[in-house]
């Protein structure tokens, strides 16, 4: 079956840290991975994604590599800012199954000052 | 942009209350969802529906119902609320099939108190 595990948090980091977020799937197909963001109070925001093995999905200094071999697409930026605090969500799609989506339990990161 | 609209931000009703929970979007999407949230627990999907009239069982539907009369509406009932439905609520669409890699579309939002 389809599944999605991240690590567990909180993250905390000072400004300016670099920050990984692992994220690792199991899918029966070949499915598209997708970062999410989800800040305080409000739904989830697409992050980025990335559709095929070796892609690379980036937006707002994230990046996250489609990593076939390791079935991994960890979440990575070089320096991260206060308002970079929110609960980010790796998920897959499942092409063959309604494009259902399936997701990890999210992480949570604090940034501070 | 897409827009996903949840009506309530936040909900307060009793046990045993029959509740709907109601979700538009814009952008004439095929695939709507209905999931919850809860701490430590992620997303788990309730239902959707991949045309009107049609709909799927997610992970956990049990205690829930879902109607979709039109494209664009897609709502959520509780048929008999209980405490253990407490939860976050949160909306979702896509395109329909031939776009896989396209992603979910999500409103902000309900949260839902079950006294």
């Known amino acids: 079956g389809n599944s999605v595990t991240q690590m567990e948090g909180p993250v905390t980091l000072s400004e300016e840290a670099f920050l990984t977020i692992n994220c690792t799937y199991t899918?029966?197909?070949?499915?598209?991975l997708f970062w999410y963001v989800q800040y305080p109070g409000e739904g989830l925001q697409l992050l980025l994604k990335?559709?095929?093995?070796?892609d690379k999905g980036s937006n707002k200094g994230f990046e996250a590599t489609y990593r076939k071999e390791t079935t991994s697409f960890h979440l990575e930026k070089g320096s991260v800012q206060v308002s970079d605090s929110a609960v980010y969500f790796c998920a897959l799609s499942d092409l063959y199954n309604f494009n259902k989506f399936y997701f990890g339990s999210g992480t949570k990161l604090n940034v501070k000052p | 942009d897409v827009k996903v609209t949840q009506s309530s931000r936040y909900l307060v009703k009793r046990t045993g209350e029959k509740v709907f929970l109601e979700c538009v979007q814009d952008?004439?999407?095929?695939?709507m969802f209905w999931y919850r949230q809860d701490p430590g627990l992620g997303l788990r999907l309730i239902y959707f529906?991949?045309?009107?009239?049609?709909?799927e069982k997610g992970d956990i539907p049990e205690g829930y119902s879902v109607s979709r009369e039109k494209k664009e509406r897609f709502s959520l009932i509780l048929e008999s609320a209980s405490t253990n439905q407490t939860s976050m609520y949160l909306c979702a669409s896509s395109p329909g099939t031939g776009t896989y890699n396209s992603p979910l579309h999500f409103g902000n939002g309900t949260r839902l108190t079950v006294t």
């Open positions: 952008m004439d999407h095929e695939n």
């Open positions: 990335a559709t095929k093995a070796d």
């Open positions: 529906s991949y045309d009107v009239k049609m709909k």
């Open positions: 899918a029966t197909g070949y499915p598209s």
